[in-house]
């Protein structure tokens, strides 16, 4: 038990090392190329110079750390793996008697838990980060009126009434600017419902704004159910929206940390506006774990074959393929998830329990033959 034990211990500390290793070296030359890519950007802008560019760059660190975790897991377990493989130290202690499972106990919970400490620490920060780095680029490198502007210029939402117990209030704007760290809105259109969903008032309104917790609308009318039409001047509802967070429903999920997340997805859905992406996030950050354990086992399935039997090479080059592969197919599920054909749970948690099954039945064949 001991000497499994300091064995464990010894791959363990192995494998963590070449993951930490690959890991910097992979998000190093990804910032790089991210850094020439901001370069020609900012390239076309006066006031942005390759200051700008660098610190753009180094607030997209946490992000691309994160983004490639589970590459690195995989590379730098394949190169761990064939080490100890090549030298025989793999070998001598499978001759002793000592299973797959036991030693790969330690370096499986190593990967675990730097994907849980990627998910719990490094996910705040660099959503942080990366909220500063979009400031920054809209600030510098973009000539629209940011993340609203994608919106094609109007503005659905649903909100609570707060006027009316259990009532919502549908708002529509046609036209909508963000200028000034204000809200600005016009063309409105609002409907009052009650719980059973029957009108309580229609109010057209030429202009409005967000203002504190309260949409504040101008040159404003109400029409009643069976009423004519009547001038109000101006029209205070309350709204538990702020600008910041209708700009961050219009912004990269990767903005919000995990822990923000739950929150914002409920106050989402409240106001009307898609939340797909933003669970889709979240749960590919609770899956990165097992996706990181999994990573750790494909690379043990693919690269713990002894030398002699012969082609390492190609079992080596096949655990990168079935890595890129699995890539490949998160991807795909991703963007099943956005268009609603998948649930967002199925759509980040499929592809790390597929490559799980995979890595296990690898390794079975590995030990039992």
């Excluded at 910041?244 to 990767?254: G, I, K």
């Amino acid at each position: 038990m001991t000497v499994a034990f300091t064995l464990s211990r010894y791959i363990a500390k192995q494998f963590v090392l070449s993951v930490l290793v690959m890991l910097a070296s992979l998000t190093g030359m990804v910032c790089l190329f991210d850094f020439l890519d901001l370069l020609r950007r900012a390239s076309a802008h006066p006031n942005a110079g390759p200051s700008v560019a660098a610190e753009i760059a180094g607030l997209h660190l946490p992000y691309f750390t994160i983004l490639i975790l589970p590459f690195a897991t995989l590379l730098g377990g394949v190169f761990c793996f064939w080490r100890l493989t090549r030298s025989s130290e793999l070998v001598v202690a499978r001759a002793a008697g000592i299973s797959v499972w036991q030693f790969l106990m330690a370096p499986l919970t190593s990967a675990i838990l730097i994907g849980v400490f990627a998910t719990t620490v490094v996910s705040p920060l660099s959503s942080i980060m990366y909220s500063w780095a979009e400031k920054l680029d809209q600030r510098y490198l973009r000539s629209d009126d940011g993340p609203l502007s994608i919106s094609g210029g109007s503005l659905w939402l649903r909100q609570a009434d707060q006027t009316t117990p259990h009532g919502i209030a549908i708002l529509h704007a046609r036209t909508v600017r963000f200028h000034n760290t204000a809200l600005q809105i016009g063309n409105i259109s609002v409907l009052r419902l009650n719980k059973n969903n029957d009108l309580i008032s229609r109010i057209e309104a030429h202009s409005g704004y967000l203002d504190h917790g309260f949409w504040i609308l101008d040159q404003a009318s109400q029409t009643l159910p069976n009423e004519l039409p009547s001038a109000v001047g101006r029209i205070v509802l309350p709204t538990d929206l702020t600008v910041n967070r209708v700009q961050e429903s219009f912004a990269s999920p990767d903005t919000l940390s995990v822990w923000a997340l739950p929150s914002f997805i409920v106050l989402l859905d409240r106001s009307g506006f898609s939340s797909i992406r933003h669970r889709i996030h979240f749960q590919s950050l609770l899956a990165l774990p097992v996706l990181s354990g999994t990573m750790c086992l494909v690379a043990a399935g693919f690269s713990m074959r002894p030398s002699r039997h012969g082609g390492v090479a190609r079992m080596i080059g096949s655990g990168v393929a079935a890595g890129f592969l699995l890539f490949t197919v998160s991807k795909v599920a991703e963007q099943f998830g956005k268009s609603g054909v998948l649930p967002p749970v199925l759509a980040a948690w499929v592809p790390a329990v597929a490559g799980l099954c995979l890595a296990i039945t690898l390794l079975l064949h590995l030990e039992d033959g």
